[in-house]
């Protein structure tokens, strides 16, 4: 059974930083790439970076303020920092390419 569970959102303020992660089970996922994932209201959701096979990757509206990273016990992070208001969504993760298997979720409000 795979379980992804997101946690470290919250409400924060502009230009604030939070540090999102991911605990992952089940399916080997330490082989796999990882990605996080944002889902805007009444937007698709979208890649906001990808971590696998030595290297990252991140969305152009996101690089050099988010960085994502993981380590040996299948967590992977997402450092996000000089958040704006346009970060508001909420953040999954999810393999890269995601699975069908999606996780809660966690929200990022950013607002003053």
């Known amino acids: 059974q795979v379980q992804l569970v997101e946690s470290g959102g919250g409400l924060v303020q502009p230009g604030g930083s939070l540090r999102l992660s991911c605990a992952a089970s089940?399916?080997?996922?330490?082989?796999?790439?990882m990605g996080w994932y944002r889902q805007a209201p009444g937007k698709q959701r979208e890649l906001v970076a990808s971590?696998?096979?030595?290297?990252t990757n991140y969305a152009d509206s996101v690089k050099g303020r988010f960085t994502i990273s993981r380590d040996a016990k299948n967590t992977v992070y997402l450092q996000m920092n000089s958040l704006k208001p346009e970060d508001t969504a909420v953040y999954y993760c999810?393999?890269?390419?995601?699975?069908?298997?999606w996780g809660q979720g966690t929200q990022v409000t950013v607002s003053s």
């Open positions: 089940g399916s080997a996922f330490s082989i796999y790439a």
């Open positions: 999810n393999r890269f390419p995601p699975s069908k298997y």
């Open positions: 971590i696998g096979g030595g290297s």
